[in-house]
């Protein structure tokens, strides 16, 4: 039987990422989760995250799961050895060959053939597959490997689970940091407001400056909602992480405007191969669909059974261990070659090579999705550190703005509607510079978790 050409798999990465210079072979994939994170509230959620999360506890199962299988496949290649014991009574007729012969042929001399005859026994019984072509310790093997893949993609639940967590962290810091600056433009607005009244009254401005600034107090107030909505939302999704009901999270959001994200170092490509638990569990599914290729083509071969029995047999119990008389044992051996149905084997043996075809595809995918990940990630922080940078300067110049204008319209320089449009940019861009800060520490955990980090 032709075997279907399989490529193999290729662990040719590029030497770097995004065409870099050479670097340096230490990667912080390879660093532990409480060395890389270490806010004590953030380690804290990880920690009972990792003990109740109903995903990585389902994954748990499944690795059991697939250590019974080893253990199942094992028991396949050794011999199956039962005791039994068994009682019968049968009354053949007159007119058979086993009945005539009971009527010519006394058990005992002078003493005829009971009726029913009956019959006692027991015994040890034992059959055993010879296992030539190693088709059964294949069997074994791949389901060994599968184990191995499991465990690895309970690895990658691990660096997933820890990496959600920790984003939703810091959109949580971030959220809390947004809400404290539009309670503070609140109460600038308010006062605003308050300033505009004492100006129409005294003629300065009309009621359409008094509308318009009451309605920009009514804006912030609806955004404050909907920042606390998200709080909420966000809180709620840890907590559905860490596998509880619904609480408040402890945090400190002061903390948030310190945060510097760490300085990450990638080390090489192919550290990939190592690092990462989707590419050694896609490394481990190939080992196995390559092993399930040779069990499928042993099916054209003979296989050779042995089975044998030894025990006591008797038409009376208390003959039954009467020896040698009542001894019984028996041997076979059987060789059988498949004949009719080869053209199903042969689609068992095309099912196999699809597969294994498919696993090696796949372990390409992962590969070539890890070196992605690492290299848009590696870009991202480069460029939201340059647009941080820009961000800051913009919220440096509109706070300025927000004073001149200020000054400007208590001295009737300035148009209200400037003064306007002034706090509305001016809180924008601070909601920005936070969102562009939280966006930064989401791709240094995001690297992390590219880069294989999270599951040691």
Known sequence: MPELVVKNESRRVPTSYNNAAAQDTASTGRVQWKQFFTDPNLASLIDTALQNNQELNIALQEIQIARNEVQIRKGEYLPFVGLGARADAARPGRYTLQGATEEEINIKPEHRNPEPLQNYQIGAFASWEVDIWHKLRNARKSAALRYLATVEGRNFTVTNLIAEIANSYYELLALDNQLAIVRQNIEL?????????????????????????????????????????????????????????????????????????????????????LNRPDIRQAEQNLAAAKLDVQIARANFYPALRITG???????????????????????????????????????????????????????????????????????????????????AQEVQNLNQSVAISNNLFRSARADYTEVLFTQRDALESKFDLIETKMQQLNAMVNVYRALGGGWQ
Not at 223 to 243: A, H, K, P, S, V
Not at 375 to 387: H, R
């Open 309 to 391: 029995s030894a025990g006591f047999e008797a038409f009376k119990p208390a003959l039954l261990f009467t020896t040698p008389e009542s001894m019984l044992y028996s041997l076979a051996g059987d060789l059988v070659a498949p004949l009719v149905n080869r053209n199903g084997i042969k689609a068992v043996y095309g099912n196999a090579n699809a597969l294994q075809t498919q696993a090696a595809y796949n372990y390409e995918r992962t590969v070539l999705n890890a070196y992605v990940e690492v290299a848009n990630e590696l870009a991202n922080i480069n460029n939201l550190a340059s647009s941080y940078n820009e961000k």
């Open 189 to 273: 607005q308010t006062n605003a407001l308050a300033l505009v009244r004492l100006q129409k009254e005294s003629a300065r401005v009309t009621e359409l400056a008094v509308q318009r600034f009451e309605a920009q107090v009514h804006n912030t107030r609806s955004l404050q909602y909907n920042i606390q909505q998200r709080i909420t939302e966000t809180e709620n999704r840890i907590n559905f992480l860490t596998g509880r009901y619904p609480r408040p999270i402890v945090r400190n959001d002061a903390s948030f405007n310190d945060l510097v994200p760490t300085t990450i170092q990638t080390g090489v490509p192919a550290q990939l191969m």
